[in-house]
């Protein structure tokens, strides 16, 4: 069955320092979502990419988060200088077209120390 | 705001029994609901939906009920297994709406006893 690939599983990172989150999603997809998952609240929306452009952002995704569809195949989240509180799961998410179903993978823990 | 809430944080049923999982949505636009399990360290998988021109709907041990008279979701796990036990997410979506895909609850922990 397809699925939804990110990698790394676990990032640290020192504070002010950039991260780039990986994701590859599923194949015949179209729309592609970053979210994000604080300890123990509950998952937030990111941002949406259709079309290789942004299609919707949260107040979360200032201008320290970028992303980037860089080939046919993967899908990108980058934060310029992290925060402490930039310390969550970020799960990357596909859908085949707009609001339908979106499937999950398994996320990046990502800890600024 | 609107917003999409779980009514109770943790449920514990016994292995074998049936589970029922609440959710209320406050968003008289949703048109489109998803449960999600999470299970520890984990993506949302998805378990089942239902689109407001329907009441019911069943899968393979789930049944999910909407009624949208007073904008309540249920999960209805039936014979629960060990394999069940996890974190259990409603989702709204509005499809009229931008492209920010679901608005989650805050969460169910489902614990199943042995």
């Known amino acids: 069955e397809p699925e939804v690939t990110q990698t790394p599983s676990h990032q640290v990172t020192q504070m002010g320092q950039e991260v780039i989150l990986r994701c590859v999603p599923i194949s015949n997809h179209l729309y592609f979502y970053w979210y994000r998952q604080i300890l123990g609240q509950k998952v937030e929306f990111l941002v949406s990419?259709?079309?290789?452009?942004?299609?919707?952002k949260s107040e979360i995704f200032d201008d320290q988060f970028s992303v980037e569809r860089p080939d046919g195949s993967n899908f990108t989240l980058k934060i310029r200088s992290t925060k402490l509180e930039d310390s969550a799961m970020y799960f990357c998410a596909s859908s085949w077209a707009i609001n339908e179903k979106l499937f999950f993978g398994s996320g990046t823990q990502l800890s600024v120390l | 705001g609107e917003s999409v809430g779980l009514h109770l944080p943790t449920l514990s049923v016994q292995e074998g029994d049936n589970s029922i999982i609440n959710c209320a949505y406050s968003?008289?636009?949703?048109?489109?609901f998803i449960w999600y399990k999470q299970e520890s360290g984990k993506g949302p998988q998805f378990i089942i939906d239902i689109r407001s021109n329907m009441d019911k709907r069943q899968g393979q041990r789930v049944t999910v009920l909407l009624n949208k008279t007073v904008k309540h979701l249920s999960l209805q796990i039936a014979a629960t297994q060990p394999g069940d036990s996890a974190v259990y997410f409603c989702a709204e979506i509005n499809s009229g709406g931008g492209a920010d895909g679901l608005t989650f609850g805050k969460g169910t922990h489902l614990i199943i006893q042995p």
């Open positions: 990419f259709y079309n290789n452009e942004i299609s919707e």
């Open positions: 968003n008289s636009a949703s048109d489109y």
